[in-house]
Structure formats: structure tokens, C-alpha cells
Nanobody, 128 residues
């Protein structure tokens, strides 16, 4: 079992920045690929970014590419999402997720059903 707790959400003006954190506990964090997803009111939960267990491979949704950066610190059991140039359409609850990599250093899942563990989410609101 892996427990995930997100933090760092809040209210920010358009063009501003936020950094989300996701602290993991339980199983060995470094064995897991990590992802960020978001869900706006009335919308499906959508993929934002993912990072392999080593940190050597990252992928992003087209809507955030060039503005968001995912990173991880395995010594601190934490994954981050740096969000810059925020837009009102980035407003959503942001969730982190974890999935066992089974040694695959390149593994960066981008579909909801590939992840077994989820946090409770943190609200991000971007005002225009």
C-alpha cells in the first residue's frame, strides 16, 4: 500500500505560479512511477504529467506542456508539480497517483486505470 497526500494548492491570479507537492508513505517510493491528474467541476479526471521511478522520463499533456514541470525527490518520498503561467482553465482539483514500475525505468503511465494509488486531491483556482 502507498499513501499519498497532496499539498500546495490555493488561489492564484492568471499568469502566476504554484508548486504542488505529493508526499508518499508506505511502500518503497522509488519503485513507483508517479502522475498528476486534474478534475474540473463537471469534467472527467484528466492526465496532466507523469514521471518514471528514476526521474529520467517525463511526459505531459499538450495543454500544460512548456508551463508545468514534474519532478521527484526519492530521498524525500515526494513528487512535485511546478505550475507556471497559470490560466483560468487550469482551475481544478489536482490529484497525484502512484503505480508500481516493476523495474521499468522508462514507465510513465498516462491513463487513469493504470494507477492503483491516489491521493485526496488539492484545489487549484486561477482567477482571471
Amino acid at each position: 500500500q502507498v499513501q499519498l497526500v497532496e499539498s500546495g494548492g490555493g488561489l492564484v491570479q492568471a499568469g502566476g505560479s504554484l508548486r504542488l507537492s505529493c508526499a508518499a508513505s508506505g511502500r518503497t517510493f522509488s519503485g513507483y512511477a508517479m502522475g498528476w491528474f486534474r478534475q474540473a467541476p463537471g469534467e472527467e479526471r484528466e492526465f496532466v504529467a507523469a514521471i518514471s521511478w528514476s526521474g529520467g522520463n517525463t511526459i505531459y499533456a499538450d495543454s500544460v506542456k512548456g508551463r508545468f514541470t514534474i519532478s521527484r525527490d526519492n530521498a524525500k518520498n515526494t513528487v512535485y508539480l511546478q505550475m507556471d503561467s497559470l490560466k483560468p482553465e487550469d482551475t481544478a482539483v489536482y490529484y497525484c497517483a502512484a503505480e508500481e514500475s516493476y523495474g521499468r525505468s522508462w514507465y510513465t503511465p498516462n491513463r487513469r486505470n493504470e494507477y492503483d494509488y491516489w491521493g485526496q486531491g488539492t484545489q487549484v483556482t486561477v482567477s482571471s
